[in-house]
């Protein structure tokens, strides 16, 4: 083989191994939250109740995914984990590849509330603060001055329709402008990923649908990253992943 030829191979082969580098750094960026073997295994005296048996799964960056599963199949005990409120019994579970089993609790609450936004069934507001109040409370834990906290949580009510209930107590708002006000305090701190644990659980369709596609919306326009359990199937079609657990087991994974 003459010179030119061995070069251009060379060559070439730099070429392919730069590819593969840059596939592999793009894929490990875009890998948001990595569960790997993930068992959770509950102990009640003397009982052990497995709740998750080694689920192991990725979540891209800006993935909108599903969880579904009928009862007590361990959709909750899962996004206690993406969420660092719990720790797994087994396994790892890495959140912008950082394997949070081995963080120490502060920088596991930094992580956490730098990262995620969480909305819930419940919609767990404090019901002796106005709504707007609500919405600056995670503000608070933020370094920066009032006056952009304030600005920040008006545009954010803003944004979910509720600029003229800002001064509402939870308990004078009906269950979906709660849920509104739980979103816009999810936000509040611009975190990349909203968990959201059977957000429309407590409405009726029409409300749960609007709710749905304001988190439509956030991950279409915001590149919000959201993880949502459900069981209403109708539901589940907004989401781009659909993953099914079933006794603790990841029994499919579905893209749309
Ligand atoms: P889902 O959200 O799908 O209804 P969960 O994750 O809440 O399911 O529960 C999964 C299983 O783990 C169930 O059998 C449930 O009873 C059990 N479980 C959940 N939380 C606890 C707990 N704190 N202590 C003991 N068992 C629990
Ligand atoms: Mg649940």
Not at 173 to 193: K, M, N
Not at 202 to 217: A, Y
Request: contains cysteine; hydrophobic residues 40%; aromatic residues 6%.
């Amino acid at each position: 083989m003459d010179y030119k030829s061995t070069l251009f191979i060379k060559e070439h082969r730099r070429i392919i191994i730069y590819i593969k580098q840059r596939e592999l750094e793009q894929r490990m960026n875009q890998t948001l939250l990595h569960l790997e073997n993930v068992w959770k295994i509950y102990k009640m005296g003397e009982v052990e109740v497995p709740a998750l048996k080694g689920v192991t799964v990725e979540i891209k960056k800006g993935d909108f995914v599903a969880i579904i599963g009928a009862s007590g199949s361990g959709k909750s005990t899962m996004m206690n984990l993406i969420g660092c409120l719990d720790m797994p019994s087994k396994g790892s579970i890495f959140l912008k590849n950082k394997d949070i089993t081995k963080l120490s609790e502060s920088n596991l609450a930094t992580l956490r509330g730098e990262t995620i936004g969480f909305i819930f069934q419940q919609y767990n507001l404090i019901h002796s603060i106005t709504a707007f109040d609500n919405v600056m409370l995670p503000l608070e834990f933020l370094e920066i001055d009032d006056k952009t906290a304030y600005e920040r949580a008006k545009k954010i009510l803003d944004m979910v329709g509720l600029s003229d209930k800002t001064h509402h107590l939870p308990t004078q708002l009906s269950g979906g402008q709660q849920q509104r006000v739980s979103i816009a305090r999810s936000l509040a701190a611009d975190p990349e990923i909203i968990l959201a644990d059977e957000p429309t659980g407590n409405l009726d369709s029409v409300t749960g649908k609007s709710i749905m596609e304001m988190f439509h919306r956030l991950w279409k326009e915001e590149g919000k990253t959201i993880i949502m359990v459900t069981h209403d199937l109708k539901l589940a079609k907004y989401a781009h992943t659909t993953i099914e657990l079933k006794d603790g087991e990841i029994i499919r994974i579905d893209k749309n």
